[in-house]
Nanobody, 114 residues
Framework: QVQLVESGGGMVQPGGSLRLSCAIS????????MGWYRQAPGKQREVVAL???????NYADSVKGRFTISRDSAKNTLYLQMDSLKPEDTAVYYC????????WGQGIQVTVSS
């Protein structure tokens, strides 16, 4: 019954900000890694940011310094704060949680355009 639901997407102008949330329902006893991925039109899904269980967050070079991944264990929520957004950030963003298997959200659209 594990379910991941993304929210907070939408359309913003270049230089703007968005905060994505991933609400996790159902019980996951051990999480190895949590992260955000994105898929732009005509491209393969790519990793954006990861939080390994016992390590510091990792970011794709393209978003380093602009995006921040975080989690609130008490609220069972994963976040992605996106600042200084660029048109190249336009994509469908997916929340991912890995334990003994991978769980994925349905994806949420982020559009950066003037």
């Amino acid at each position: 019954q594990v379910q991941l639901v993304e929210s907070g997407g939408g359309m913003v102008q270049p230089g703007g900000s968005l905060r994505l949330s991933c609400a996790i329902s159902g019980s996951i006893f051990r999480i190895n890694v949590m992260g955000w991925y994105r898929q732009a039109p005509g491209k393969q899904r790519e990793v954006v940011a990861l939080i390994p269980s016992l390590s510091n967050p990792n970011y794709a070079d393209s978003v380093k310094g602009r995006f921040t991944i975080s989690r609130d264990s008490a609220k069972n929520t994963l976040y992605l704060q996106m600042d200084s957004l660029k048109p190249e950030d336009t994509a469908v963003y997916y929340c991912n949680v890995v334990s003994l298997r991978s769980y994925w959200g349905q994806g949420i659209q982020v559009t950066v355009s003037s």
